[in-house]
């Protein structure tokens, strides 16, 4: 039973020269207790596709497709019936915590203000759920720091907090993304270990948006690889981690350093919003590319979107 | 971790401490400045203030220049009127021959009481319009608001206070044409020398009343400009806000769109806003020269157009001093204000 | 000026100074800025051809006192049976040079001492930068007053007088955008090339600072206008026989059931302020906003 279930969504964005897709048809599903990565570089529209579920686009953008959650579809809510879901049966949590959370408003107030908007509990109900919130997320003196501001934590905390003012309503999805690139390595892997204790402790599923398929490789249990606006490879970690079956894949993995062999980056750069290559999008950067692969789009069969599969048969 | 109840306090503190100490270096510096713009003014105080009988005698004319101590040094005279200031003496006026500082404390009260009442009406219409405008950018209202912001900053004061005289007293008779209260009427006892706040303490509500419709018209009048002013720059300032990261976690927590605009964006935006209100009201003060005029308001306003035409010296550096540190005042609260508005001021 | 501008120059402060003006922006088609800029050109117009253009002396008592607004005098006859038209026509020869004036005397004085000040830093710096803070305070009405007062009725002895408080405005905004500018890699460049200090600072820095600099001044000149004619209503800015917008507002003032004495040389005012800062205000949305918070410290 997932969780999420999303289809051909695909989303327009406002460029120079009109509207440009930066989702191209990309479908993925999350089931409960899961833990799902969305792996890519940046630019690949992996973030976008997660802020277009709640309807975070920035103004001008245009989202078709379909998101069944919890028995409506996410694509077609609006106004109050969109931001009940936000917050509430979705959390996110973002990228920098240095700039996502309000600077003028206490640890307490950023904590509460969703839970007693939702929920309707009391002020005082909402910081005692706070201050348990940011005890679960390992923060210090959690009554003290409810009356403190975003500048006197560091950024590993300050991330803790805002995955702390994420769980506020008991969500069933948690959309995280990049929560541990703006932090240091062994931030880092507190904040994997956060999320994968989450998961078991509080049931809840999770998309795990990051470039890093090292960060993915320790904790997610699916992956979906975007490339270009697309997923070009989706499965379970461990199998696409020790046998990747799509160029691009093995490009990032051989991207990421290893004491045996050091780290191969991927050739030429991924295109811009507007400038996708037909075909194959990742045909100019691909080894193994084919004069079909600049002119059939390959679509994702079986987990893959590549049909020539150069690196099984070799 | 430090303990909430110990750290809060003392940063905003030093925070304060620091700045009064600005403020004071400041105010004695502009007392230099006023000092030595008064005696570049061209002109001789004696032909302005004697009559040609008296300008023609030598000795009248000398025992006046004494009398005023003009026959001494400059920096002999900065030296004295400084110690004087610190008694509170502002020296004389040569035009009344009274203690500049009995008329100043004469006429402060109701050029403030106008300027105050100005500085609200422009902080509550003002703001409100900017942020009306900025929650329905490119909007037809926003457009019209532009239109209406800008008309607000590039109306002549003096032609709109004849125009709302025209037609709200003269044509409607709905206002009363001037003054601070009807002819007749005693003003409230002395505590404040604001009518509106003595009345109140007197229980004189039909004082009060009298008081308010007296300066509906010239307060709105001196507003036009600052609420013309903020409305332009908090829709600026909210827009900018808008763009920050913190706004889209506000909106992915599912807040509905007036906690979001109250709460989030109107805060961060305050601090750029409160800073030209601050300057603002320097505006308001220089305002109140051609307000007053028309309005007959016996405040600073009138008493500086009839320092400077007597060219009375004294009167001219104390109305000036006055108003520069009223004005520097104003930017101190609005620095303290900084540090209450946003905790990263008052905190480090 | 400083306190009227003292504002106005806080929005430019905060809104407008960027480095340059944006380059892509899509919405070109900005009709306040058009609208503004139209009716200043006319204004300069009518200022130069006012000879020209004016239909009869605006000197001459040659009709009626107080003809109401008619074929003959569009904008009826004044208090003298002088052509309340003509007279408003000639009037923008005393407030739109003397404007221009003031701003251009204070942006020049202000824009090099506080370029000066940022650039070479030091004690020249908070020399420079300690007398704007003081002079800036000094309430510039009352300083003009005074001078209009000693000197004789005449806006140009009022407009020197503001020239001495209304400077540090651009000294501030000057010194802000070389300090922000000084420091841009480029420049750095150039000065490892050899280049003088006084070079990079008119050729490399120069630039960056007049895009600001010159919003600024549009929306000042507005801000002059409004003072100068402020000074003439009080009765401190020309002789009497001469045409000028304050002075025959104050006229209509005290002739008051004759409305059309104070409401023509009062939209004149009006129509030219809000032109310029029409004008201004387009300019300010077209700088580049994201630099503007590096100015405003």
Redesign the interface.
């Given at each position: 039973m997932s969780v999420l279930d999303v289809s051909d969504l695909r989303v327009l964005l406002p460029a120079a020269d009109g509207l440009q897709p930066a989702v191209d048809g990309v479908g993925f599903t999350v089931g409960e207790r899961e833990i799902v990565g969305v792996a890519g570089e940046s630019g690949s529209g992996k973030t976008i596709s997660m802020l277009a579920l709640l309807g975070l686009t920035p103004p001008g953008a245009r989202v078709t497709g379909s998101a069944g959650f919890g028995g409506q579809d996410l694509l077609a809510l609006k106004g109050k019936a969109l931001r009940d879901v936000r917050g509430r049966s979705i959390a996110v949590v973002f990228q920098d915590p240095m700039t996502s959370l309000h600077p003028m408003l206490t640890i307490g107030r950023q904590l509460t203000e969703h839970v007693r908007h939702h929920l309707g509990v009391s002020k005082r109900a909402a910081l005692d759920r706070a201050a348990e919130l940011l005890d679960l997320v390992r923060i210090p003196d959690p009554k003290g720091a409810l009356g403190r501001y975003p500048h006197q934590f560091s950024g590993g905390m300050r991330q803790r907090i805002a995955i702390a003012m994420a769980l506020g309503c008991s969500p069933d999805l948690l959309i995280a993304d990049e929560p541990t690139t703006a932090l240091d390595v062994t931030v880092q892997a507190g904040i994997l270990r956060l999320l994968d204790r989450l998961r078991t402790e509080n049931g809840l599923s999770i998309i795990l948006i990051t470039h890093d398929l090292g960060v993915l490789s320790s904790v997610a249990d699916r992956l979906y690889v975007y490339y270009a606006g697309r997923i070009v490879e989706a499965g379970p970690t461990s199998n696409i981690i020790q046998q990747p079956r799509h160029p691009y894949t093995q490009g990032l993995l051989n991207a990421l350093p290893r004491a045996e062999s050091g780290l191969t980056p991927i050739g030429g750069t991924p295109p811009s919003l507007g400038a996708v290559p037909a075909g194959c999008a990742f045909h100019p950067r691909c080894a193994f590319a084919e004069a079909s692969c600049t002119v059939d789009r390959p679509e994702l069969v079986d987990g893959l979107a590549c049909p020539i599969n150069p690196l099984v048969s070799s | 971790m430090r303990n909430v109840l110990t750290w809060r306090p003392r940063p905003y503190l030093k925070f304060v401490l620091v700045r009064l100490g600005a403020l004071v270096l400041l105010a004695v510096g502009i007392t230099l400045v006023s000092f030595i713009l008064t005696n570049l003014i061209p002109g001789d105080p004696a032909a302005a203030n004697l009559g040609q009988r008296a300008l023609s005698d030598p000795a009248i004319v000398a025992a006046f220049r004494h009398q005023h101590g003009l026959d001494q040094p400059l920096p002999v005279q900065y030296g004295k009127y400084l110690a004087g200031l610190l008694h509170g003496d502002f020296g004389t006026s040569q035009r009344s021959n009274r203690p500049v500082s009995d008329e100043l404390a004469e006429y402060v009260p109701a050029t403030l009481e106008l300027a105050i009442t100005a500085v609200v009406v422009s902080l509550v219409v003002g703001v409100g319009l900017g942020i009306l405008a900025a929650t329905r950018r490119n909007s037809w209202l926003d457009q019209l608001l532009r239109v209406v912001s800008l008309a607000g900053v590039s109306m002549p004061t003096f032609w709109l206070a004849l125009a709302a005289f025209f037609v709200l007293f003269y044509k409607l008779g709905i206002l009363p044409g001037g003054g601070r209260l009807d002819p007749g009427l005693d003003p409230p006892p002395h505590v404040t020398g604001l009518y509106t706040v003595d009345s109140l303490l007197a229980g004189q509500w039909d004082i009060f009343g009298n008081a308010v419709f007296h300066l509906i018209m010239p307060a709105l009048v001196l507003a036009a400009y600052t609420v013309g002013l903020l409305t332009r720059f908090t829709r600026a300032s909210m827009l900018e806000v808008l763009g920050n990261d913190y706004i889209r976690t506000a909106h992915a927590k599912g807040l509905p769109g007036r906690t979001i605009v109250f709460r989030h964006v109107l805060r961060p935006a305050l601090v750029p806003i409160l800073t030209v209100a601050g300057l603002a009201f320097g505006s308001l003060l220089s305002g109140t020269v051609l307000v007053e005029q028309i309005f007959s308001w016996n405040g600073i306003g009138q008493y500086a157009y009839q320092s400077a035409l007597n060219l009375d010296l004294p009167a001219i550096m104390g109305v000036s001093l006055v108003v520069a540190v009223i004005y520097v005042t104003v930017n101190f609260v609005v620095d303290l204000l900084y540090g209450v508005v946003d905790p990263r001021v008052r905190l480090q | 000026m400083?306190?009227?501008?003292?504002?106005?120059?806080?929005?430019a402060d905060?809104?407008s100074p960027g480095l340059k003006l944006r380059k892509?922006r899509?919405r070109v088609w900005r009709p306040?800025g058009v609208i503004g800029l139209v009716v200043l050109v006319i204004w300069i117009l009518v200022a130069v051809l006012a000879p020209v253009l004016a239909p009869h002396d605006p000197l001459a008592q040659q009709s009626d006192r107080f003809l109401s607004p008619s074929g003959a005098h569009w904008f009826g006859t004044d208090e003298l049976g002088r052509d309340v038209l003509s007279r408003v026509v000639y009037g923008s020869r005393v407030t739109i040079p003397l404007s221009l004036l003031l701003v251009v005397c204070s942006l020049v004085i202000g824009a090099v001492v506080g370029a000066a000040a940022g650039y070479y830093g030091g004690w020249l710096e908070m020399l420079v930068m300690?007398t704007a803070?003081?002079?800036f305070?000094?309430?510039?009405?009352?300083?003009a007053?005074?001078?209009?007062?000693?000197?004789g009725p005449d806006l140009t002895n009022a407009v020197l007088a503001i020239v001495?408080?209304s400077w540090p405005s651009y000294a501030r905004v000057a010194r802000g955008l070389v300090l922000s500018s000084r420091n841009a890699d480029y420049v750095l460049a150039t000065r490892l090339l050899g280049a003088s200090g006084r070079r990079s600072l008119l050729v490399d820095v120069t630039p960056n600072v007049a895009g600001p600099i010159l919003v600024l001044a549009t929306l000042d000149v507005?801000n002059a206008a409004?003072?100068l004619?402020?000074l003439s209503?009080?009765g401190l800015g020309v002789r009497p026989p001469a045409a000028e917008w304050?002075a025959m507002?104050?006229a209509?003032?005290s002739n008051?059931d004759k409305?059309w004495l104070?409401l023509f040389p009062?939209l004149a005012?009006?129509t030219l302020?809000?032109a310029?800062?029409?004008l201004g205000?387009t300019l300010r949305d077209m700088l580049d906003?994201r630099t503007a918070r590096a100015v405003?410290q």
């Open positions: - | - | 400083s306190t009227p501008n003292a504002a106005g120059n806080a929005v905060a809104l892509n899509r306040l300690r803070d003081l002079v305070a000094f309430p510039a009405i009352i300083l007053m005074a001078v209009v007062a000693a000197l001495v408080v507005g409004l003072l004619s402020g209503f009080l304050g507002v104050a209509g003032a008051f409305w104070g009062g005012i009006l302020v809000l310029v800062n029409f205000d906003p405003i």
